[in-house]
């Protein structure tokens, strides 16, 4: 069963446009939201992330909405650039203050920023 | 400074042996902990190491263990291998406890 999924397994999107990559998860315990990015041959890397208590956090180029309500998250890219172009992997974790290695990721969106 | 270094990064057993994987995460960094990514279950959570001592586990047989040294260093090992646990395992670190990891680029194993 799976707790955290991105159901759509890839995204083209146009430089300059807008990316908006999507997560849904089932678990309530979830309190903390990752994202992070993966190039080939390389390992994840961190991204940007929000606790529960947050609707939103910003970071430069990317903002990350999260609607417990609706047990949604989605990571805004804008503008996107062809650099941008990687594996985006959601995550979740069930201590609000992401004080818990444990991370329980989707399978992934891979992005291509055409330009 | 350096990033999380994992060693051996390639290589091929047949089934019935066993594996062990290193990991070295940055230097400070005194939680390690450990995932498997394949492509049809994506990453899953092995387990934890803090202070060489096991914080957390997956729901992982107990083939897969792991340990960690008192430089922080960790390994993990894979005994009686399956077809199955080819796959690339990740190994990452991280300071406090912030949900921000840190990753190696992974040692990628092949079981024949």
């Known amino acids: 069963d799976q707790q955290v999924k991105q159901n759509s397994p890839s995204l083209s999107v146009q430089e300059g446009r807008i990316s908006i990559l999507n997560c849904d998860y089932t678990?309530?315990?979830?309190?903390?939201f990752l994202w992070y990015k993966k190039y080939p041959a390389e390992g994840p890397t961190f991204l940007i992330s929000i606790s529960s208590i947050k609707d939103k956090n910003e970071d430069g180029r990317f903002t990350v909405f999260l609607n417990k309500s609706a047990k949604h998250l989605s990571l805004h890219i804008v503008p996107s650039q062809p650099g941008d172009s990687a594996v985006y992997f959601c995550a979740a974790s069930e201590e609000d203050t992401g004080a818990n290695s444990k991370l329980t990721f989707g399978k992934g969106i891979t992005l291509s920023v055409r330009p | 400074k350096a990033g999380v270094t994992q060693t051996p990064r390639y290589l091929i057993k047949t089934r019935g042996q066993q594996v062990t994987l290193s990991c070295s995460p940055i230097s400070g960094h005194r939680s390690v902990s450990w995932y498997q990514q394949t492509p049809g279950q994506g990453l899953q959570f092995l387990f934890e190491?803090?202070?060489?001592?096991?914080?957390n586990k997956g729901n992982f047989p107990g083939r897969f263990s792991g340990r960690q040294f008192s430089n922080s260093r960790s390994e993990m090992n894979v005994s009686t291998l399956e077809l199955g646990d080819s796959a690339l395992y990740l190994c990452?670190?991280?300071?406090?406890?912030?949900?921000?990891?840190?990753f190696g680029e992974g040692s990628r194993l092949t079981v024949l």
């Open positions: 990452a670190s991280s300071f406090i406890n912030t949900g921000e990891l840190f």
């Open positions: 190491y803090f202070s060489e001592t096991q914080r």
């Open positions: 678990n309530s315990m979830f309190d903390y």
